[in-house]
């Protein structure tokens, strides 16, 4: 199974229908977007897949995107997300909150970690626990995304430019 990990998408729709466009040719089943989602217009693009959003630091507009979300058949997990697949743990959170995401990467509760924020991807290892950062859709030099293999956790970085 493979699942995409994109991160700080801010609106910006003509940079995520590229970052969808490349989920498409990779055929990933499910998708997790770890914040600044920026808005509706870009929840409504991930709608081949069921999407795990969580929002970050300067999503607005916190009902229209849940309802947007909701609409569109999606999973809003608000700040903090936690999933089961493959038999993988797999917790998700924008990272802005830096205490969060530290309790998260060291507890040794999860398999995997996915945190935007920074706009760098990064794969890193806590422990057992796996820490990626897809990079950014919009606002990177280079933009990128990730999609993980499951149960591997075999990683790998897309760049989009």
Same mark, same amino acid.
């Given at each position: 199974?493979?699942?995409?990990?994109?991160?700080?998408? =801010?609106?910006?729709?003509? +940079?995520?229908?590229?970052?969808?466009?490349?989920?498409?040719?990779?055929?990933?089943?499910?998708?997790?977007?770890?914040? %600044?989602?920026?808005?509706? *217009?870009?929840?409504?693009? +991930?709608?081949?897949?069921?999407?795990? +959003?969580? +929002?970050?630091?300067? *999503?607005? =507009?916190?009902?229209?995107? &849940?309802?947007?979300?909701?609409? #569109?058949?999606?999973?809003?997990?608000?700040?903090?997300?936690?999933?089961?697949?493959?038999?993988?743990?797999?917790?998700?959170?924008?990272? %802005? %909150?830096? &205490? &969060?995401?530290?309790?998260?990467?060291?507890?040794?509760?999860? *398999?995997?970690?996915?945190?935007?924020?920074?706009?760098?991807? &990064?794969?890193?290892?806590?422990? %057992?626990?796996?820490?990626?950062?897809?990079? #950014?859709?919009?606002?990177?030099?280079?933009?990128?995304?990730?999609?993980?293999?499951?149960?591997?956790?075999?990683?790998?970085?897309?760049?989009?430019?």
């Amino acid at each position: 199974m493979w699942i995409g990990v994109v991160s700080d998408t =801010h609106g910006h729709v003509e +940079f995520t229908r590229a970052a969808v466009r490349m989920l498409e040719s990779v055929g990933v089943g499910v998708v997790i977007h770890c914040g %600044d989602v920026g808005s509706a *217009d870009v929840v409504r693009l +991930f709608s081949p897949w069921p999407t795990h +959003f969580v +929002f970050g630091n300067v *999503d607005d =507009h916190l009902g229209l995107l &849940r309802r947007e979300m909701t609409a #569109a058949g999606h999973t809003c997990h608000e700040r903090f997300g936690a999933l089961q697949w493959a038999g993988r743990r797999i917790a998700f959170l924008h990272g %802005d %909150d830096a &205490r &969060r995401l530290r309790k998260a990467a060291t507890s040794g509760q999860w *398999d995997l970690v996915c945190y935007g924020h920074t706009h760098v991807a &990064r794969l890193e290892r806590e422990g %057992d626990t796996l820490l990626l950062n897809p990079g #950014a859709v919009y606002r990177a030099n280079p933009r990128s995304i990730a999609v993980v293999e499951l149960p591997s956790l075999e990683v790998t970085t897309i760049p989009l430019d």
